[in-house]
């Protein structure tokens, strides 16, 4: 353990210097949050004023060159054999010297704050009344003022993690009752529409796939948590309903959204390529091409559908964790570690064609970090992962305490802003390194605040992901209930 981390001249910099990215200029202006502009809405939306300047950017940006900092301690060791063989997680934050005590009043002050806070200024989560299922709940995207699938997706797992039932079952409800496709004959059937308004109708009614993906995982773990109930709190029916459609399902042609535009919807996932669609329209691939999203690649989760999901599908799930792991490596810069927001599934960075900025680091892009070292925390079956880790924050470090939040795959900046979001998915990274310098990233993690004002959705929701994993507090519950992270917040 390191009781006594020595102040670097990097984290003072960016202590002093980096307020929370809660102002609004990074994560969440218009069509830049993850999924912002879904392939299949009838007229795609078009680049914001970020993305515009991130394209003009000069290309002669260059990292900062601050004098080599110190280390905050010795290399990090990540164990050989991950943490669903051993039951132990690492505690990064205590291995850093802080309080027990200290790392779960953080935890429990970013659900709070961003679960039950102020509603101007503070919460993302909003009650909704009741319907015959119970209380009713959403995630909302404060500023596009909109209810995305990948949000309440990640606030059903963060609620697992933390022993939230009440929150874990309103959100639950919400997505079955306003997101959820039951009629057999619409191209959605199976899924949840990615994007909606508060007021519970559909803004585009094809699915994210990465939410699909978070729903069901989160639906096993509350199985194994608190057990199966009724109707849809049936979680472990539930869960393999989802995981048999994002498969299996057959291809369904009809009529989405307002416009009533004809399309067939596909299978979440590439038969061919063993991978996660960024999208199932049809009707898009005959303008981009079928491919995938690099952040929606979850390998850690598909270990775990390989183990406990249906039978039939299990040698497919571990098939994809492999290839999904492989792709990781093809799909990142060999020098920056950097990877694309859209990627072909051989890996090569893919423009959209209403956004050609998506063959960048971006948004969407953050996350894909937190899914390798989170598999290498739980599986510890590809030291490659290790690699890039280290790659990826070498890669920041050089940049100094500043850092921009979107670039160019070989590493110039897009933007002058920074972003939350990013520090805690570089935080996550850590997980995953080796090199001393990882320390930095999760003590910028540490002295960060839960995000306030429009711009809290996406910032907030990754942020407090990165400090579950960071204490030791996002596990895999297992069907045998092991003890999991103790609750962020008291039962109201």
């Known amino acids: 353990m390191i009781t006594s981390p020595v102040a670097s001249s990097w984290f003072a910099l960016a202590v002093i210097a980096c307020a929370p990215s809660n102002q609004g200029s990074q994560v969440g202006s218009p069509n830049q949050a993850s999924a912002a502009s879904q392939a299949g809405s009838a007229a795609p939306s078009g680049t914001s004023s970020q993305d515009g300047a991130a394209q003009t950017a000069p290309a002669t940006a260059q990292p900062s060159s601050a004098a080599e900092p110190a280390p905050l301690g010795p290399p990090l060791r990540p164990a050989a054999k991950g943490a669903y063989v ?37 919460a993302v989560l909003f009650a909704a009344g009741k319907n015959a299922n119970g209380p009713k709940a959403y995630i909302m995207d404060i500023g596009n003022n909109d209810v995305r699938s990948e949000g309440m997706s990640y606030g059903m797992m963060i609620a697992v993690q933390v022993d939230r039932k009440d929150d874990f079952d309103a959100l639950w409800n919400w997505a079955k009752s306003h997101m959820y496709h039951a009629e057999p004959r619409h191209p959605g059937f199976g899924y949840f529409s990615w994007q909606m308004r508060p007021d519970g109708t559909a803004m585009d009614e094809n699915p994210a796939p990465d939410a699909e993906e978070y729903f069901a995982t989160a639906l096993l773990f509350a199985s194994h948590r608190w057990g199966n109930g009724k109707g849809i709190y049936d979680y472990r029916k539930e869960a393999f309903n989802l995981l048999d459609v994002m498969k299996n399902r057959k291809s369904i042609t009809g009529t989405v959204n307002a416009d009533k535009r004809k399309t067939t919807l596909v ?5 061919e390529h063993k991978m996660v669609r960024f999208t199932p329209d049809s009707d898009n691939f005959s303008k981009n091409g079928d491919h995938t999203d690099p952040s929606y690649h979850l390998p850690a989760f598909y270990e775990l559908w390989a183990a406990w999901g249906p039978e039939a599908d299990r040698a497919f799930w571990a098939e994809a964790a492999k290839v999904s792991r492989d792709f990781f ?34 948004y969407d892009a953050f996350r894909t970090a937190m899914n390798w070292s989170v598999d290498a925390a739980w599986w510890a079956k590809d030291p490659r992962e290790t690699e890039l880790s280290d790659r990826l924050l070498a890669f920041f470090e050089a940049q100094g305490p500043k850092y921009k939040a979107n670039f160019s795959l070989d590493g110039k900046p897009l933007v002058d802003h920074e972003s939350l979001g990013l520090v805690s998915m570089n935080g996550v ?17 540490y002295q960060r605040e839960p995000p306030t004002g429009k711009w809290r959705y996406y910032d907030g929701m990754l942020y407090t992901m990165s400090l579950l994993h960071l204490s030791g507090k996002f596990r895999v519950i297992t069907p045998s209930a092991q003890p999991a992270a103790p609750a962020a917040a008291g039962k109201r």
Do not use: C, M
């Not at 997980?431 to 999760?442: I, M, S």
């Open 86 to 122: 051993t039951g132990e997680y690492r505690n990064l934050f205590a291995e850093l010297g802080h309080k027990p005590a200290e790392i779960d009043a953080k935890v429990a002050k970013a659900y709070a704050q961003l679960f039950h806070g102020d509603p101007k200024e503070q």
């Open 267 to 271: 299978s979440l996932f590439s038969p």
């Open 329 to 362: 490596v093809k799909t990142t810069h060999p020098k920056t570690g950097l990877s694309p927001d859209y990627a072909n599934f051989d890996g090569t960075p893919k423009a959209a064609s209403w956004d050609a900025g998506t063959v960048n680091f971006r």
């Open 429 to 445: 990274a850590a997980l995953a390194a080796t090199h001393p310098r990882a320390w930095r990233f999760v003590e910028d993690v």
